[in-house]
């Protein structure tokens, strides 16, 4: 599985788009970028994942590189409940979580 | 719908102890993952079920520990002689197939004391 790496923290205003990098230079033809979020103390919770088209849904957007090297997360209007660490994955099927960015949302 | 359920939700146990904790995936789902965590560090994969096929068994720490996956639903992960480096949350998920993405469950905290 490739190794991924993203920011240790980054703040967001609530209301505002978070946008959160991931870079997975080392990704494989047949690896999904995965995001996931952990709120503290709860199980991971899935936000979104894709191959190589850019995919969205109810919870984010997710932007792939046209060559894959590197991904971008957007919350599109944060709110507080949306802090929490975020984890991007670059894998087949068994999730190997690294550091993952810690997203705070202020007022 | 019912999500992943995971039993008991707290164990405690003496050094030495076996332990075996339960993982009820969602209903259709053919991928079942463990994972487990250790205070203060990432999430670590274990073992993952797909269907009649082997299990990938790659990140089970020591023989120790195993895991069946009866009738392709319910799992049992199994800790033989617990030692306190096994405290951690164990994470169980599923998903609907390989790929897809995956469920989680609470988790079951287990303290070896």
């Known amino acids: 599985d490739a190794k991924t790496t993203q920011p240790t923290s980054m703040d967001c205003a609530e209301g505002r788009a978070a946008n959160l990098p991931c870079n997975h230079s080392?990704?494989?033809?047949?690896?999904?970028v995965y995001w996931y979020r952990q709120i503290h103390s709860q199980g991971p919770q899935y936000i979104i994942h894709?191959?190589?088209n850019n995919e969205t849904n109810e919870m984010a957007s997710l932007i792939i590189t046209e060559d894959r090297k590197s991904s971008t997360l957007i919350l599109p209007h944060a709110t507080l409940r949306d802090t929490a660490v975020y984890y991007c994955i670059a894998a087949l099927y068994k999730l190997i979580f690294g550091a993952g960015t810690r997203l705070a949302v202020h007022p | 719908g019912a999500g992943v359920s995971q039993s008991p939700s707290n164990k405690v146990t003496e050094k030495g102890k076996d332990v075996e904790l339960r993982c009820d995936p969602i209903s259709g789902h053919t991928a079942l993952y463990w994972y487990r965590q250790s205070l203060g560090q990432g999430l670590e994969f274990l073992i993952y079920?797909?269907?009649?096929?082997?299990?990938?068994k790659s990140g089970l720490p020591s023989d120790r520990f195993s895991a069946e996956r009866t009738g392709g639903s319910v799992s049992t992960l199994t800790i033989q002689r617990t030692q306190q480096e096994d405290s951690a949350v164990y994470l169980c998920a599923s998903s609907l197939a390989r790929s897809a993405e995956q469920y989680f469950g609470p988790g079951t905290r287990l303290t070896v004391t």
């Open positions: 080392t990704i494989s033809g047949n690896e999904y």
């Open positions: 894709g191959l190589k």
């Open positions: 079920f797909q269907g009649n096929s082997a299990p990938d």
